[in-house]
C-alpha cells in the first residue's frame, strides 16, 4: 500500500511539472486555441443557431477521426517521441554556430564590439524579439520551397503531404530526418540574426536566457500550427490574413487540386507568399481533397511505411541518376584529343596549333 501511495505522489509530481509553468501554459493556450478556432467556425457554418451535439460532431467529425490516414497520424506522434531528444541538438548547434559566425566576421572586419556588457533596455529587447520572429519565418518559408523543389527533400516532405485528414498532430506527420534537417536549417538565418545583435547590442549571457524565450514565444505565435492542421477552415479575415497566414489558407497548401500546387509555404507570416508570388486566397469555407497525386498516399498509411518508404524511394532516385549517366557516358563516348601543343588566341579562345578550338 505504501508503495502504491508512492507511486501515485510521484506520478502526481510529474504530471504537476508538465502542467505548470511554461510547458503549461503552452498546452493550456494550444487547447483554447483549438477550441477557440471550433466555435468559431461553427458560429460561421450555423449563424443564429447553437446545439452542443451539433458543435461535438462538428469540433470531433467521426468520418475524420476514424479514417485510417487519423490512425496513422496518432502512431506516428507517439513513434516521434522517442526523437525528440535527437531534434534539440541540430537546432542549438545550427544557430550557436551561425551566430558565432556572423560575430566572428563582423569582429572581423569593423573590430572588437564597444557597447557595455549591461542587460539590454526593453525597446531593445522588443526589437531583438520581432528581428528573430521575422528571421525564423523566413527561413521557414524558404527552406519549405526546397522541399518542394529538390527531388530529395520532396522525398522526405512527402510523409507530411500523405496525410488524406487532418487531425492537428498531423503537423508532426514529418519524417525524422526531414525534422532534424529543417531544424537545422531554421538556426541558420536565425543564428546570423542573433550574431548581428550580440555584436551590436547585446550581452551573450542575456542573450542565451532571451534567446530561449525568443523560441518560446514563437511556438506560442505560431500555436496556429495545430488548428491549420485540422479540418477548421478558420480565417483572420482579408486585412489580417494579408499579413498573418490563416489555418485556411495553410490548408489550401496541402489540397492536391494542381492549381494549388507549390502554393502558400508560409508559417506565421503571409508576406514572403505575397512578396515570392506563391499566395492563393482561398474561397470563403472553401473545401479541400488533401492527399498526394495519382493515391501515392496509399503508400504511406503505416507506421513503417512512413518511416522506411521515403529512403527506399531515395535510393531508387540516386540508383535511377547513377543508371542515367552511365547510359549518357555509353552512347557518348569522350572523343579522343590530339596531342598536338595547344595555345591561345588573342580572344583568350583555346586553339590547337593551325586549327580554331
Not at 518560446?216 to 500550427?225: K, S, T
Not at 479541400?288 to 518511416?307: A, I, R
Not at 531508387?316 to 547510359?327: A, K, P, W
Request: glycine content about 6%.
Amino acid at each position: 500500500m505504501i508503495e502504491f501511495g508512492s507511486g501515485i505522489h510521484r506520478f502526481q509530481d510529474l504530471a504537476w511539472r508538465h502542467l505548470s509553468g511554461e510547458s503549461g501554459i503552452t498546452i493550456l493556450l494550444l487547447w483554447a486555441t483549438v477550441v477557440f478556432a471550433g466555435v468559431v467556425t461553427y458560429l460561421r457554418a450555423n449563424p443564429g443557431h447553437w446545439s452542443f451535439g451539433a458543435f461535438v460532431r462538428h469540433f470531433l467529425p467521426a468520418e475524420i477521426f476514424h479514417h485510417p490516414s487519423a490512425r496513422a497520424d496518432f502512431l506516428f506522434w507517439l513513434s516521434r517521441r522517442i526523437f525528440m531528444p535527437l531534434l534539440v541538438l541540430p537546432l542549438v548547434i545550427s544557430t550557436v554556430a551561425a551566430g558565432h559566425f556572423a560575430y566572428w566576421l563582423l569582429s572581423s572586419l569593423l573590430g572588437t564590439p564597444r557597447h557595455p556588457v549591461a542587460p539590454a533596455g526593453p525597446v531593445t529587447l522588443v526589437a531583438f524579439t520581432i528581428s528573430m520572429l521575422i528571421a525564423y519565418d523566413l527561413s521557414y518559408y524558404l527552406y519549405h520551397r526546397m522541399q518542394h523543389r529538390i527531388p530529395i527533400l520532396w522525398e522526405l516532405h512527402k510523409v507530411h503531404h500523405s496525410a488524406q485528414v487532418m487531425i492537428g498532430v498531423t503537423k508532426d506527420r514529418v519524417h525524422p530526418i526531414d525534422e532534424i534537417m529543417n531544424r537545422w536549417w531554421d538556426g541558420l538565418i536565425p543564428g546570423l540574426c542573433y550574431g548581428i545583435w550580440l555584436f551590436f547590442a547585446l550581452d551573450p549571457v542575456e542573450l542565451t536566457v532571451f534567446g530561449i524565450n525568443v523560441y518560446a514565444l514563437r511556438n506560442i505565435i505560431v500555436m496556429m500550427d495545430f488548428v491549420r492542421h485540422t479540418h477548421l477552415k478558420l480565417s483572420y479575415g482579408r486585412h489580417l490574413s494579408a499579413i498573418l497566414l490563416s489555418p485556411h489558407y495553410h490548408q489550401l497548401h496541402h489540397s492536391i487540386a494542381e492549381k494549388h500546387w507549390d502554393k502558400n509555404f508560409g508559417l506565421g507570416l503571409s508576406v514572403w507568399d505575397r512578396m515570392f508570388g506563391t499566395l492563393v486566397v482561398p474561397e470563403p469555407d472553401e473545401d479541400f481533397v488533401f492527399g498526394l497525386t495519382e493515391n501515392e498516399h496509399d503508400e504511406y498509411q503505416s507506421l513503417y511505411k512512413l518511416h522506411i518508404l521515403p529512403l527506399k524511394k531515395i535510393a531508387g532516385r540516386i540508383s535511377l541518376l547513377g543508371r542515367r549517366r552511365e547510359t549518357i557516358r555509353s552512347d557518348h563516348p569522350m572523343p579522343e584529343r590530339p596531342c598536338e601543343p595547344q595555345n591561345r588566341d588573342r580572344d583568350g579562345r583555346t586553339a590547337v596549333l593551325g586549327h580554331q578550338a
